[in-house]
């Protein structure tokens, strides 16, 4: 998958209008691979809802959305499932880690359905990023920034055109967000991938090619 196209998109919820000037909704806009967005929103914009869009949770808009030159409308559950395993990752702002299982094992459970990454890599990862002595702790124990660095890490676990990433480190300190980005855009650039990251704030420090207005 080469490009994402929104044409005139507009969530349902904003039917009665915006009430202010969106550089997303209701325009033009085309991800391409290879390429780092970010776009900026406040609270309540649809940041969230956007990636919910592009990953196929969500359908609930008007306008179009185009994967190369498919309406994702015409998709199927299968189809998705195939997006998802091997084109699109999604960072999740709400993480969606298993609370009851340890840091290694959330990032398994995708590795295990992708065998993506060797286990040796996965160990690197978590050293990088600070958490190597959080690999056999349970995620429910952990801080909020340690969690985000085990969702980034379960979400590289896979092949990916496009990368989401939905305010990935709200709770993190300078350093660890410069952590998290080298390891994000190595693997993106290792894939010719695209990066696209919401912030209402603090952002994920990446060379950005075009900075979007929610």
């Known amino acids: 998958m080469k490009t994402i196209f929104l044409q005139q998109v507009l969530p349902a919820v904003f039917a009665q209008g915006l009430g202010r000037t969106s ?3 209701l325009s033009e806009v085309r991800f391409e691979k290879g390429r780092r967005y970010l776009v ?4 309540g914009a649809g940041k969230s809802t956007l990636c919910s869009y592009l990953t196929g949770y969500r359908n609930d808009y008007a306008g179009t959305i185009a994967f190369d030159d498919t309406d994702i409308r015409q998709l199927k559950e299968k189809d998705w499932t195939q997006l998802r395993r091997s084109h699109l990752s999604l960072l999740f702002q709400e993480l969606r880690l ?3 299982l340890t840091a290694l094992e959330n990032v398994e459970i995708k590795n295990n359905l992708t065998h993506w990454k060797a286990p040796g890599e996965i160990a690197d990862w978590f050293d990088r990023l600070g958490i190597a002595d959080k690999m056999d702790a349970k995620v ?4 909020f920034g340690q969690q985000q660095r085990v969702a980034l890490i379960r979400a590289l676990s896979q092949p990916f055109d496009f990368f989401l990433a939905d305010e990935p480190v709200s709770h993190l300190d300078d350093r ?4 998290m ?5 190595e693997e993106a650039r290792r894939q010719g991938a695209a990066v696209v990251v919401t912030s209402i ?3 994920l420090p990446l060379s950005y090619d075009e900075n979007l207005k929610l």
């Open 23 to 25: 550089g997303v909704w």
């Open 40 to 43: 900026e929103a406040q609270s």
């Open 98 to 100: 298993f609370p009851e």
């Open 140 to 143: 429910g124990r952990m801080s």
């Open 176 to 179: 660890n967000s410069e952590a």
């Open 181 to 185: 980005a080298a390891l994000l855009d």
């Open 201 to 203: 704030g603090k952002h």
